[in-house]
């Protein structure tokens, strides 16, 4: 990601943390523990865009807490209404959970583990500093150089 990118997106997680903070002291609301998660999760965002040192590790928490949302969406899903019709995507069911949980929470998980986005994952171009078009013509490019 360039720099002008994490510093926009940086910027804006920690105006949001800051403003996510000061609401719930202004006017507490019923659920204050997922509002300090929330504030959290937008705390390691601009960790990871801001500090250089601490981008691996808050890079990592934020694919595990990715992981580990998914999870609990999955399970809670399960255990509401295991038995409820499909109706679509727009309706919440425990399908689009497992979906969620393949589309998202997998390559959370693989974040955490590893410390970078997987090429296969959602975006991958966008996270890994490239496009697909761009990987494929260095790839043909180094290929042309061997020979």
């Not at 807490?65 to 295991?82: C, D, G, N, S, W």
């Not at 393949?102 to 959370?108: A, D, H, N």
């Amino acid at each position: 990601m360039s720099r002008s990118a994490r510093w926009t997106l940086g910027s804006f997680a920690a105006l949001f943390a800051a403003i996510l903070a000061l609401s719930e002291r202004t006017a507490a609301s019923k659920a204050p523990l997922v509002n300090y998660l929330v504030v959290g999760f937008c705390v390691l965002i601009a960790v990871a865009c801001f500090g250089q040192s601490w981008r691996g590790a808050a890079i990592r928490a934020i694919g595990s807490m990715v992981f580990i949302a998914t999870v609990v969406y999955v399970v809670y899903e399960q255990l509401k209404e295991p038995k409820k019709p499909y109706v679509g995507r727009s309706q919440p069911h425990w399908l689009n959970a497992i979906r969620a949980l393949v589309q998202f929470g997998l390559p959370g998980l693989y974040v955490a583990l590893r410390g970078e986005y997987p090429k296969w994952g959602t975006g991958a171009a966008v996270f890994r500093g490239g496009s697909e078009s761009s990987d494929r013509e260095t790839t043909h490019l180094s290929n042309t150089a061997e020979k």
